[in-house]
C-alpha cells in the first residue's frame, strides 16, 4: 500500500461533501408555517386605535411620497401611495377608519405575505410569474395600513415620530 492511497480517498470524499452541502443550503426564510414558497415575516404592529391620519400627515414627518397607488384592487381604501422613509420603502394604504383598516385592509396585506403569489395590489406585488415580495411587515397605525420594506421597525420609525 502506497501514502498516496488515503490522499487518493481523501479527495473524492471532501468533494462528495461539498456537492451535499450545497445542495442543501439550510436556509428557512422562504418557509413559513410549513407552506413550502411562504416568506417568514415580523408580527404586525396595530396601534393608535382611535385616531384617523391621512397620508399627509405621514408627509410632514419626513415620510416621502412616490407615486399613488390605484385602490381598485384594495376593497374600502380611501388612498394608496407608495413611497419612502430613512431610505426605506413603505405602502400605505388609507381607509375611513381604524376598523376598516383592520376589516378590509389586513386580509391583503397577510395575502401579501402568506403566499407565493399575492393579488395585484399597487407596486406591492410584481406579475405574479414574477413575483418578489419586498416587504418585510406591516402595521395598522389608525387607520392606515404600512407595508414595511425589510423589517417592522422601518414602519416604527416613522410611526414614533408621532409621540
Known amino acids: 500500500m502506497s501514502r498516496t492511497t488515503p490522499i487518493r480517498w481523501l479527495l473524492p470524499s471532501l468533494l462528495l461533501a461539498l456537492v451535499i452541502a450545497c445542495g442543501s443550503d439550510g436556509d428557512t426564510d422562504d418557509v413559513a408555517d410549513g407552506e413550502a414558497g411562504a416568506r417568514l415575516f415580523d408580527a404586525p404592529l396595530i396601534t393608535n386605535t382611535s385616531a384617523t391620519y391621512t397620508v399627509d400627515d405621514l408627509v410632514s414627518f419626513g415620510y416621502k ?5 390605484d385602490t381598485e384592487l384594495l376593497p374600502n381604501a380611501q388612498d394608496a401611495w407608495y413611497g419612502f422613509f430613512n431610505q426605506k420603502d413603505i405602502e400605505v394604504w ?62 416604527e420609525a416613522l410611526i414614533d415620530k408621532f409621540d
Not at 411620497?65 to 397607488?69: D, V, Y
Open 65 to 69: 411620497k412616490s407615486r399613488q397607488i
Open 94 to 155: 388609507v381607509y375611513e377608519t381604524h376598523q376598516d383598516a383592520l376589516d378590509f385592509g389586513v386580509g391583503p396585506a397577510e395575502e401579501i405575505f402568506g403566499v407565493k403569489r399575492a393579488p395585484k395590489v399597487g407596486i406591492s406585488v410584481l406579475p405574479t410569474e414574477r413575483f418578489v415580495n419586498k416587504y418585510a411587515a406591516y402595521a395598522v397605525f389608525g387607520n392606515l395600513v404600512m407595508l414595511c420594506e425589510s423589517e417592522l421597525a422601518t414602519c
